[in-house]
């Protein structure tokens, strides 16, 4: 739900980001996006979201900046995070770990490295091994512990996306085969 225009608080930096990334599903797209996922169908697949749902989202994502609309190398149309878009990794990283914290019991559900050594990344996403302040494109997510595959039949993108890959890789589905 878009926060009114008359909010109080309308200058509050906050009270602007919620606007921008605080509906229902919009950080989860975020998400998927920096999972690799890139094109429609594979966003409503990965995330059984209602596609007027989706449209309405992935536009007011371009619209702010955070998303790029292009043509994808076999002629689809693909979304992909900007710098701005990039740029929200530390929240959504922050909110991961928040999430394994307190609704996790079973374990971690997904693990983030540093890609070059296979450190693991620190709660402010630092290396473990080698200290470095990791960049979003040397992080490798795979499965933890906590993982549980749901049901039997994997669509093919939540099995991409499960599979120990980089951030912003483009996942390889049926629509994009690279
Ligand atoms: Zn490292």
């Known amino acids: 739900m878009t926060l009114p225009k008359t909010y109080a608080d309308g200058n509050c930096p906050l009270a602007r980001t919620l606007e921008v990334v605080g509906e ?4 989860l797209i975020v998400r998927d996006a920096f999972y690799g996922v890139r094109r429609f169908g594979d966003f409503a697949t990965q995330l059984g979201i209602p596609r ?3 449209t309405n989202r992935l536009k007011s994502l371009v619209q702010e900046g955070v998303l790029t609309r292009e043509e994808g190398g076999a002629g689809g149309i693909e979304y992909r995070l900007t710098d701005k878009g990039v740029a929200l990794w530390p929240a959504v990283h922050a909110l991961m770990n928040w999430g394994e914290s307190f609704y996790s019991p079973n374990g971690v559900k997904r693990v983030l490295r540093h890609d070059l050594d296979g450190g693991l990344l620190d709660r402010d996403g630092r290396c473990r091994d080698c200290g470095s302040a990791v960049p979003v494109p040397e992080i490798r997510v795979e499965p933890g512990p906590g993982f549980q595959p749901t049901g039997t039949e994997v669509d093919p993108v939540s099995g991409a996306i499960n599979t120990p890959r980089r951030l912003l ?10």
Not at 24 to 27: F, I, K, M, N, S
Not at 169 to 178: S, Y
């Open 24 to 27: 229902r599903w919009t950080l």
């Open 52 to 54: 007027a749902v989706l």
């Open 169 to 178: 890789e483009p996942i390889a589905t049926a629509h994009n085969p690279g």
